[in-house]
């Protein structure tokens, strides 16, 4: 049987022999064995709030060296452990393989990269982030009914940051002009659109405060191991984070994972991108030009780095992941009208058919939708009209009279 170890330095898969009698102290023994991790120091767990910055008490924890393991092959398993506990390095992948031999001359590059050191970071910047529940719902289905997982789909996630906790509250996802398969997501984006979505988070009192995208099932294999994230994710991820312009700024990933009994569920996870994978890209060092034939759990670099005690020219992604706890809320906006960007277009006779099914409400809130807000934010001024408007569904307070004779107009043209 073989089993997925995921802890913050990767993941990594051990063999159990005899699956059968085996207990929790074997699988211990094994993981100090295979990954030189004492015993003593190790926190196991079936749950992946482990691995996060500051986890529960309530983490189940696999303690009981007596007890049978009664997994299943394939299952992963969550280890922690203090930073360093590592007493020697397994034999590394080629992510880090040494580079260069015994005499080799030194450059001024040799010694810049031994001073770029790459280690995992162990907290967050985000305290955590909540995703509104309708708006997140919305996303997630239309990946799994219309695209099955098929081809990856992405959305840049706005909303507020809480001042004194940092967290983040996602309140509503922008779906930018895309094109997705397996492996790769090509961003078209529009800056005049991207433009109206600012203005309407601006009028809602919001700001862009992070990415999500979805993972497609059939995504190219790793021949060195499992891996959470793929290089083209690694570097799209880095470079959004950077233009993001907050410390804050959260990435979540939407999946599909499928069970040994066949059945599937989709599973949200959020973390941010290390800072040193940020200035890594800032700096020119990450490489940015994936090829078909690399290897996607790890990413190149431009030269060398240290990484896990090795001169390294390829580092592996995980290092560069910094879990952050998600929960939901339910936030100030319906999700009612058709999504921007799917295929379709959306046409007059949706926002007729949206304000004939919700005239019992107050226009205020028969408007209340940031996607149709969108719709409308075409015939308004970007800088005057557009976050006028937002602000009247912030405050729930009365439309102005031109206003609501406009967006009447445009519905009867459907």
């Not at 330095?9 to 009698?21: C, H, M």
């Not at 001042?163 to 996802?173: N, R, S, Y």
């Not at 005049?192 to 009028?203: H, L, M, S, Y």
Request: hydrophobic share 40%; proline share 7%; net charge negative.
């Amino acid at each position: 049987m073989i089993l997925r170890i995921r802890s913050r330095d990767g993941t990594d898969r051990i063999t159990v022999p005899d699956p059968a009698s085996a207990t929790v102290a074997d699988l211990q023994r094994l993981i100090e064995s295979h990954l030189t991790v004492p015993v003593p120091v190790q926190r196991i767990s079936l749950d992946p709030a482990l691995l996060l910055p500051t986890p529960s008490a309530a983490v189940p924890l696999l303690a009981d060296p007596a007890a049978p393991l009664r997994l299943a092959n394939g299952t992963f398993v969550y280890l922690a452990y203090p930073p360093d506990a590592r007493s020697a390095r397994p034999p590394p992948p080629r992510a880090l393989s040494a580079a260069g031999s015994f005499g080799r001359k030194m450059t001024m590059d040799d010694l810049i990269a031994r001073q770029v050191r790459v280690t995992r970071q162990e907290n967050a910047l985000c305290a955590a982030a909540s995703f509104d529940r309708d708006a997140a719902n919305a996303f997630q289905l239309y990946v799994a009914e219309s695209l099955a997982f098929a081809a990856k789909r992405a959305g840049f996630l706005y909303g507020r940051v809480d001042a004194e906790t940092k967290g983040v509250f996602v309140d509503f996802i922008y779906e930018p002009p895309q094109q997705g398969s397996e492996d790769v997501l090509h961003l078209m984006r529009d800056p005049d659109e991207e433009a109206r979505v600012d203005a309407i988070a601006e009028g809602l009192g919001m700001r862009r405060v992070g990415l999500v995208f979805t993972q497609a099932v059939g995504r190219k294999a790793s021949e060195t191991g499992e891996y959470t994230v793929s290089n083209r994710e690694v570097v799209q991820a880095a470079q959004l984070q950077a233009e993001g312009g907050i410390p804050e700024w959260v990435t979540a990933i939407v999946k599909l994972e499928v069970g040994d009994d066949g059945t599937g569920d989709v599973h949200f996870e959020a973390f941010q991108m290390s800072e040193i994978c940020v200035k890594l890209f800032k700096d020119g060092v990450l490489e940015t030009e994936v090829g078909d034939s690399d290897d996607p759990r790890l990413s190149k670099m431009r030269k060398e780095v240290v990484a896990g005690g090795k001169d390294t020219m390829e580092v592996d992604n995980d290092f560069f992941l910094v879990p952050v706890k998600i929960s939901d809320h339910q936030g100030p906006l319906s999700v009612g009208f058709p999504i921007e960007n799917r295929g379709s277009p959306v046409g007059m006779s949706a926002l007729r058919s949206h304000l004939d099914r919700t005239k019992h409400l107050a226009f205020v809130r028969r408007i209340s939708d940031f996607h149709l807000l969108l719709k409308i934010a075409t015939f308004l001024d970007v800088k005057a009209d557009v976050p006028t408007l937002a602000a009247c569904v912030k405050t729930q307070s009365r439309v102005p009279e031109g206003y609501q004779l406009l967006i009447e107009s445009l519905a009867s043209q459907g």
